[in-house]
């Protein structure tokens, strides 16, 4: 027996949220392990703080609250803790922390990365500030997931015909014993995601526990297993529902296979077919409706009912948005004027910087080719360029990001400037001879706004965190109006005209764009708790 339509499409959703999660957990320990200074052992030694070799949940809520975050609670440490013990003793290893922190990916970065010498870290004593954040990043990351994934269980747990082992034969079609890439990939596409490749592995390596790359039923059964258990409203309400399905079907049965049924009107028997599933009482009532017992009404109340910020910071959320708004607005009104020079095109741009011809290029490179044609940013205005506009987390701009970079959103001015080739004009005296005088100005007004509109964004993160009740999991939720899971253009925009702001369908493209990673169309929460967490150590 398998799972229906709904609760395969809710399956879907848990499984497309640990992908989402999984992806922006390992961008993040991608980013803590290119920090140079960063080593392992150091980071551990910061941890434990009572130099037993190990790490508990008590340590890593002090970490946590010695970063100010107050919002995670004992609880949650502990069942992270928990998730990567590998021994089960509650508590962390070396090699647990290892798991937890270093990439699963990239076996060359995590190998220079364990090779770096460490520095001893007191009782007392702190890492630099960059490391602690990206830590911060992380753990932080991981109980965001837990959250989210608590509530999806919860929301599959109570469909009336769902199991852990009818999940298990829903996704194994083939009967392999196993779930792998294929059959997952198969399954979801089914209920209409198409998942690549690096999904689908994200999803297998967060849930596979002995590191086979495929799933066991053990091992799919304990992951599903909610760690809350539902509420006593949403066991009433599947056990109902349930009820109701067990007595419509014996209801049909016996209408089809005996031939002594009375005869009823249409009319009547259109009642009973058509009657709500979650009716309080027996369908073979005979009480007048004026009688019915008001009590079970508040049990109908929603299950996937998500918390979400109060007003007051829901309020500045939409400020905010209004302001990166504004900022994405100026930057598209100086790359169109860029697009209607003539001679601009991206193959000469993109040489001014890559001057050796590699393919991509570096923040070095970046700051080199900016002060060879005038613009001198702060290494701050160009930290926060490169983590916009590189997908790939490399901290290099190949052409496809640059040019994300300097095209418009308007179709029309973007097919402008990338159809125009190189205007051959070597040797140059300077890096931007390549372009006409005036060309060159405006090449020089796109950079500066640029940067302008980064700090501008960066400033608006900031504001939003000193907000002391303010949560990105609630602002995810107080904008993902219809709870799948992401944001799309449509509600970005209810949530700001619902304070009487008007966004043109252009804007809310502009926000969309700015967020999606994956130019999917829609903003997962990862996206969003990558947008709006702060990516500066500068005070705002």
């Given at each position: 027996m398998s799972l229906g339509f709904e609760s395969e499409r809710r399956l879907k959703e848990l499984l497309v949220a640990v992908g989402d999660g999984e992806r922006g957990l390992e961008a993040a320990r991608q980013r803590l392990?290119?920090?140079?200074?960063?080593?392992?052992?150091?980071?551990?030694?910061?941890?434990?703080?009572?130099?037993?070799?190990?790490?508990?949940?008590?340590?890593?809520?002090?970490?946590?609250?010695?970063?100010?975050?107050?919002?995670v609670s004992e609880s949650e440490t502990y069942r992270l803790v928990r998730f990567f013990d590998s021994d089960e003793d509650g508590r962390l290893s070396f090699q647990d922390f290892l798991q937890?922190?270093?990439?699963?990916?990239?076996?060359?970065?995590?190998?220079?990365?364990?090779?770096?010498?460490?520095?001893?870290?007191?009782?007392?004593?702190?890492?630099?500030?960059?490391?602690e954040r990206a830590?911060?990043?992380?753990?932080?990351?991981?109980?965001?997931?837990?959250?989210?994934?608590?509530?999806?269980?919860?929301?599959?747990?109570?469909?009336?015909?769902?199991?852990?082992?009818?999940?298990?034969?829903?996704?194994?079609r083939y009967n392999d014993g196993r779930i792998n890439t294929f059959n997952l990939g198969t399954f979801l596409r089914s209920v209409g995601h198409y998942a690549s490749e690096t999904e689908l592995l994200a999803i297998v390596r967060r849930i596979d526990t002995d590191g086979d790359a495929q799933l066991s039923y053990s091992e799919f059964a304990?992951?599903?297993?909610?760690?809350?258990?539902?509420?006593?409203?949403?066991?009433?309400?599947?056990e109902r529902a349930a009820s109701a399905e067990r007595y419509r079907r014996r209801l049909l049965e016996s209408r089809n296979t005996s031939p002594l049924r009375p005869q009823t009107s249409p009319r009547a028997f259109s009642a009973t077919r058509h009657s709500s599933p979650l009716r309080p009482s027996s369908p073979y009532r005979n009480t007048s409706p004026a009688r019915i017992s008001p009590e079970p009404l508040p049990r109908y109340s929603s299950p996937s009912r998500k918390p979400v910020l109060p007003l007051r910071d829901e309020d500045q959320l939409v400020n905010g948005l209004r302001d990166l708004i504004q900022t994405e607005n100026e930057i598209e009104r100086e790359k169109t004027s860029l697009a209607l020079k003539p001679d601009f095109n991206l193959t000469d741009a993109f040489k001014i910087f890559d001057v050796n011809y590699l393919g991509s290029i570096t923040v070095t490179d970046l700051r080199e080719g900016l002060a060879a044609i005038g613009v001198f940013p702060t290494s701050e205005e160009l930290d926060l360029f490169i983590t916009r506009y590189d997908t790939t987390g490399d901290r290099r701009l190949n052409m496809r990001e640059f040019s994300d970079s300097m095209l418009t959103l308007d179709a029309y001015y973007a097919s402008m400037s990338e159809r125009r080739g190189s205007n051959h004009r070597y040797p140059l005296y300077r890096r931007d001879d390549c372009?006409?005088?005036?060309?060159?100005?405006?090449?020089?007004?796109?950079?500066?706004?640029?940067?302008?509109?980064?700090?501008?964004?960066?400033?608006?993160r900031q504001r939003l965190q000193r907000q002391p009740y303010f949560n990105v999991y609630d602002a995810f939720n107080s904008l993902d109006m219809n709870d799948s899971g992401a944001i799309s253009r449509e509600e970005f925009r209810r949530l700001i005209q619902s304070r009487g702001f008007y966004v043109s369908d252009k804007e809310a493209t502009e926000i969309v764009e700015k967020m999606d990673k994956n130019k999917n169309g829609r903003v997962s929460f990862a996206e969003f708790r990558e947008e709006i967490m702060p990516r500066s150590p500068v005070r705002h």
């Open positions: 392990s290119s920090i140079r200074d960063f080593a392992p052992h150091s980071a551990f030694q910061r941890f434990d703080r009572d130099c037993n070799a190990f790490v508990s949940s008590i340590e890593i809520l002090n970490f946590l609250r010695d970063q100010r975050n107050f919002t937890m922190l270093l990439p699963c990916t990239d076996n060359l970065m995590r190998n220079i990365t364990l090779d770096r010498p460490s520095l001893r870290v007191g009782r007392f004593d702190s890492l630099p500030y960059d490391i830590l911060l990043d992380i753990l932080e990351k991981e109980v965001d997931l837990m959250r989210r994934l608590d509530i999806l269980k919860r929301e599959v747990e109570i469909r009336y015909d769902f199991s852990s082992l009818a999940a298990y034969r829903s996704i194994d304990e992951f599903i297993r909610s760690t809350c258990p539902p509420s006593r409203g949403m066991m009433e309400s599947s372009f006409m005088p005036d060309t060159q100005l405006q090449f020089r007004s796109v950079w500066r706004q640029h940067f302008r509109g980064e700090v501008a964004a960066e400033a608006v």
